[in-house]
């Protein structure tokens, strides 16, 4: 059966700080460091060996990913980034504190702009411009619902992951809470009423595994200490 790992980005500065980030580039805390080098500890006492590697192009997420690659020993396999695995964009509420946000507009308008699929976090009122972006012809989103997340994010799995796995091959994602939970709901086929349901923690792998036709035979939950708690 072909395999598929991904892993949610270490903890970032903002996630210690509790701060909406989006696309905003924050660096890994120490104990992400400590998180990416765990996750790739464990993936090599699994055995699990990789053809290649996806991530955003967050310095978070590619951190995380540099780390565990050097962990597993496997600094040499392709790396492909792509703003398609990018968190999603929040943004006005980027750079907020989000328990300030909580007690301005209230816990239950919060907890759908963050894990609702259709709700859309308030709009930045001017587009940002960055040279990662630009060189590419990508323009900034305003803000993003899960829903816009999935939907920029398919095309990369459909083009440039899936095939590779119906050609026998491992792959290995790291990214962010959002973009993760987008992918999850595709594959797990979550209903949009459920997907608020789904978390994603920092430095905790999934593995998926996949029959010939790329249906999900196993999903595993790994843990750091060895023990794995399994959904068939």
């Not at 270490?10 to 080098?37: C, M, Y």
């Not at 492909?80 to 006005?92: D, I, Q």
């Amino acid at each position: 059966m072909v395999k598929l790992v991904i892993v949610r980005h270490g903890q970032s500065q903002a996630n210690r700080d509790n701060i909406f980030t989006g696309w905003t580039d924050v660096p890994l805390t120490d104990q992400g460091v400590e998180q990416a080098k765990a996750v790739g500890h464990e993936l090599a006492n699994l055995g699990l060996q990789f053809a290649d590697a996806h991530t955003s192009y967050m310095s978070r997420a590619i951190c995380t990913l540099n780390i565990v690659l050097d962990e597993t020993d496997q600094l040499y396999i392709p790396v492909h980034k792509t703003w398609r695995l990018n968190e999603r964009h929040y943004g006005a509420l980027s750079g907020l504190n989000k328990a300030k946000v909580k007690e301005e507009v209230g816990a239950k308008q919060l907890h759908e702009w963050r894990r609702g699929y259709s709700a859309l976090p308030p709009q930045l009122k001017q587009r940002q411009h960055e040279r990662r972006y630009d060189r590419l012809g990508v323009k900034m989103p305003l803000s993003e619902s899960l829903a816009m997340t999935q939907k920029r994010l398919l095309p990369y799995w459909q083009d440039q992951i899936a095939p590779r796995l119906l050609d026998g091959k491992n792959q290995l994602i790291v990214a962010h809470g959002s973009s993760l939970r987008a992918l999850i709901k595709y594959l797990d086929q979550i209903p949009d009423d459920q997907i608020d349901k789904v978390e994603v923690p920092n430095g905790k792998p999934i593995l998926y595994e996949f029959d010939e036709h790329l249906n999900i035979v196993k999903k595993t939950f790994i843990t750091m200490d060895g023990e794995k708690d399994g959904n068939s």
